[in-house]
């Protein structure tokens, strides 16, 4: 681990300004604070109580920040460890804390590994972090054993297939540059990038983009010294071989085999998934959470008219009136565009949608019949759900 931790000492990342946390917060997934609840607790947690958080190698902050600012924003109580090797990564992380004002929060020099050293927790971020292990399945073990019951982690892990072209160039790299420091592999491997011919498999990967935002995305990508890709196959392997249970991807559409092709009976959930990954051929991390596999349970759905649902990542009310119109909203993630299809009566139950109502209570508002609002609210969560844009949370309940 030591070079891993030279390379993030020379070039954290990934490479964030403090001064810009005055203007905007980044988000994303995973660890958006409402998926947290819809994945881990089933869009049901009790929100009175403090939420016990680790960010298993921090980086710079993202995940760190986020939370933390999603629950001040929430008014709710957050106890936040923040945990990574590189000091120098940490200070990045401190200081768009400091600038924000976030508080309650402990940062912590040290290995995942050792996770279970500085408490027990109900809810665990490691993005990016796992498949830079030389063990990987250890880094799974210790996580769980930092666990508190009825918790569970987001994660993110590399993905093969879009990231074609990577692996070739790390592997040359790391045998024509074995032993110079992290300035001088970088330098050389600038110089070798520019020349690469136009047909090379990384140059025709589209999905790629870090090599070119910074220093730090360029070295992360293709000079990182342990790297590894989980096809879906392995992931699931490695989630149950050590005590994890997948609540979820985070975008389920990208694993929908049933949106590619005609789907055999004869295949698992697993198998199919596994094959949607091949078709699309563009996913180049999988994003999801997990829980305890001996706890194994779902994510929030509309079957449970108790829950409250947020429309994610757009306005509601902005959505609602596209539909009414008969407008089907294009979307674009993962490298794919699909396209919403919604009825124009859904509209109503969109516009509805406020964060607080739960949805019995909007059914009442809308005066929808029960019998009409399962068919019609199942088919919003499964356009919505499944493209990463409804979750179920209390997080605003009060």
Known sequence: ?????????????????????????ITGSPSHVLEVDHFVFGGARDWSRPLRVLVAGGGTGDALIQLAQQMKNAGRAAEITYLDLSTASRAIAEERARVRGLGGIRFVTGSLLNAAEYGEFDYIDCCGVLHHLPDPAAGFRALLAALAPGGGMGFMVYAPYGRSGVYPLQEAFATLFDGMVPEARLNAARKIMAGLPE???????????????????????????????????????????TGWHLSGFTMPALYDLGRLTEV??????????????????????????????????????????????????????????AVAQGQSPKLSFGGLRARLSLPKEAARLIAAVDGRRSLQEIAQATGTDPIGMGALWSRIERELGDHGLLVYSSILRR
Do not use: W
């Open 1 to 25: 681990m030591s070079e891993v931790r030279a390379q993030y000492e020379a070039y954290p990342y990934p490479t964030r300004d403090p001064a810009e946390e005055k203007t905007r917060l």
């Open 199 to 241: 047909g090379h498999p990384f140059k025709a990967n589209i999905n790629l983009g870090d090599h070119k935002d910074s220093d730090a995305g360029f070295y992360d990508l293709l000079l990182h010294s342990q790297d590894r890709a989980f096809d879906v196959t392995t992931l699931c392997d490695m989630l149950e071989a």
């Open 264 to 321: 055999p009976d004869h295949l698992g959930r697993v198998e199919r998934m596994a094959l949607a990954e091949k078709l699309n051929g563009t996913i180049k991390t999988h994003v999801g959470y997990a829980v305890r596999g001996s706890e194994a349970r779902g994510q929030g759905t509309g079957r449970n008219r108790a829950l409250i649902p947020h429309v994610k990542g757009l306005r509601a009310a902005d959505l609602a009136r």
